[in-house]
């Protein structure tokens, strides 16, 4: 089943990008106007993080968010056949000198980023760095296998990006430091996390309590990495641009939890400047303070269940 699925994606990924489009924006119609995909919540999303948007603002932001979500997959599904050079006209990386500026001074280096604008392509983004440094491209394996093993070969377009699962990051960090390879990792650290593993409530978007994941804030200070947030934009269609924005060189030096907000608020602020190109579908506020206070005690710095049964 693995080699029929990549075949046959691979396949498709041989279709020049206006092909590939044209499919896309079948799809769009039938996502938005048919099948009506999540589109309850992405309303719901989008009203409640921006109050002072009118209903045409907001029906307008999220037909652009469709549009974008039908291309996403096949711009993902390029990245199988695409050629460096088609790669590098279409993907722009600003600041990778920053980057080597840090492995050139013996320290490695953490990319902190959110789910917007094709982040797929950000496995990419080792294409301006020497082919000695490790690209770290953190995953959480998907169910199905053949699908899980599709994206796989899309994050490993770089000979140098190694697809890394959520739950080994520590295990490679250290053996490439044990190695003296340089390394950079990438954290899409904007999810919602579990009951069990909420720490912190941050505001985003509008909403003053909005759980996050601490995980890689502390992975980054026992690594003492240099710590980048990863902006990207979509100047049009096909064309993407990333830009390395230093957050700390000394992520030891900061307060408890401060390289969090900060990439918070500078994620709110990517996506303030173009609504569209954030995973809107993503349930993000389905748990509230109140409900985890109700369900939940913090001893000893570890989420404990009261004597209540969960919804």
């Known amino acids: 089943m693995v080699k029929i699925v990549y075949a046959f994606f691979y396949t498709i990924s041989l279709l020049?990008?206006?092909?590939?489009?044209?499919?896309?924006?079948?799809?769009?119609?039938?996502?938005?106007?048919?099948?009506r995909y999540r589109r309850g919540i992405v309303r719901k999303n989008l009203t409640t993080s921006f109050p002072e948007k009118s209903a045409t603002e907001i029906k307008t932001i999220e037909k652009k968010f469709y549009r974008w979500f039908c291309d996403y997959f096949f711009e993902a599904v390029k990245l199988l056949s695409i050629s460096d050079q088609e790669l590098r006209r279409r993907f722009t990386v600003h600041n990778?000198?920053?980057?080597?500026?840090?492995?050139?001074?013996?320290?490695?280096?953490?990319?902190?980023?959110?789910?917007?604008?094709?982040?797929?392509?950000?496995?990419?983004v080792g294409i301006e760095l020497p082919k000695s440094r490790k690209m770290g491209l953190i995953y959480h394996p998907l169910y199905n296998h053949a699908f899980d093993e599709l994206f796989k070969r899309i994050r490993s377009h770089e000979e140098n990006g190694i697809p890394v699962p959520k739950k080994d990051i520590l295990r490679y960090l250290v053996d490439y430091k044990r190695k003296g390879i340089h390394s950079?990792?990438?954290?899409?650290?904007?999810?919602?996390?579990?009951?069990?593993?909420?720490?912190?409530?941050?505001?985003?978007l509008n909403h003053p309590e909005t759980p996050v994941f601490t995980g890689g804030e502390r992975i980054m200070r026992k690594m003492n990495d240099a710590v980048f947030y990863?902006?990207?934009?979509?100047?049009?269609?096909?064309?993407?641009?990333?830009?390395?924005?230093?957050?700390?060189?000394?992520?030891?030096?900061?307060?408890?939890?401060?390289?969090?907000?900060?990439?918070?608020?500078?994620?709110?602020?990517?996506?303030?400047?173009?609504?569209?190109?954030?995973?809107?579908?993503?349930n993000r506020w389905k748990r509230t303070k109140e409900e985890?206070?109700?369900?939940?005690?913090?001893?000893?710095?570890?989420?404990?269940?009261?004597?209540?049964?969960?919804?």
């Open 292 to 311: 985890f206070d109700k369900l939940y005690d913090i001893v000893n710095g570890k989420v404990i269940a009261k004597n209540h049964e969960k919804n």
């Open 16 to 35: 020049p990008f206006w092909a590939l489009y044209c499919i896309a924006d079948f799809e769009y119609l039938m996502m938005y106007h048919v099948i």
């Open 230 to 282: 990863v902006e990207m934009s979509r100047p049009k269609r096909g064309y993407y641009t990333a830009t390395y924005k230093l957050i700390t060189r000394e992520p030891n030096s900061l307060p408890e939890h401060e390289i969090t907000r900060r990439f918070f608020q500078m994620l709110e602020e990517t996506i303030r400047q173009n609504p569209p190109y954030y995973l809107w579908t993503h």
């Open 96 to 124: 990778s000198e920053e980057v080597e500026q840090c492995f050139q001074e013996g320290q490695n280096v953490a990319a902190i980023l959110g789910h917007y604008c094709n982040w797929e392509w950000l496995s990419c």
């Open 184 to 204: 950079i990792f990438g954290y899409i650290s904007d999810q919602g996390p579990k009951w069990e593993n909420i720490h912190l409530w941050l505001p985003f």
